[in-house]
């Protein structure tokens, strides 16, 4: 089991979104991702999910658009207390240099300080938390690629 911090870098390798600043909150059971212009879009007879990045941190990804075909929808409660329909896709994430799959919600995080939400519905029997600790997958992608 992989000891992580109270914030870390990953990448998005099926997104094509690399070294995002996720936080690690254990509060949280779902994992989440910052985006906007969410909407099923539908072409040819078949279904997308179309969704734009959108963090002025992350310049070069910017309104970066987005479509997966493979999405659901969940009644997920936000930090807020509300209950709020939120679609969900799933993809991959890397951290500690291996892939793991990794469920997104994707919801509105412009008022937050990190675009990526990791809960512990991703984290429970693979990482254990220690929150005197940051970036510990990042540094190690760093000290392998030097």
């Known amino acids: 089991m992989e000891i992580i911090g109270r914030s870390d870098k990953v990448d998005f390798p099926d997104l094509y979104l690399e070294d995002l600043a ?11 991702i910052h985006c906007h212009d969410i909407k099923e879009i539908e072409i040819k ?9 959108l963090d002025p941190g992350y310049l070069k990804y910017q309104n970066k658009v987005i479509e997966v075909k493979e999405y659901t929808e969940k009644n997920i409660k936000s930090s807020f207390g509300e209950v709020e329909k939120r679609f969900i896709i799933k993809t991959q994430v890397i951290l500690f240099n291996k892939k793991y799959p990794i469920e997104l919600s994707l919801s509105n995080r412009s008022e937050m300080k990190f675009p990526v ?4 519905k ?4 693979k990482f254990m938390v220690d929150t005197s600790k940051k970036d510990e997958s990042f540094h190690l992608k760093n000290n392998l690629t030097e």
């Open 122 to 125: 991703f984290l429970n029997k």
């Open 22 to 32: 996720v936080k690690i909150d254990t509060g949280a059971y779902t994992s989440s």
């Open 117 to 120: 939400l990791i809960g512990r």
């Open 45 to 53: 007879g078949i279904k997308f999910l179309h969704f734009k990045t």
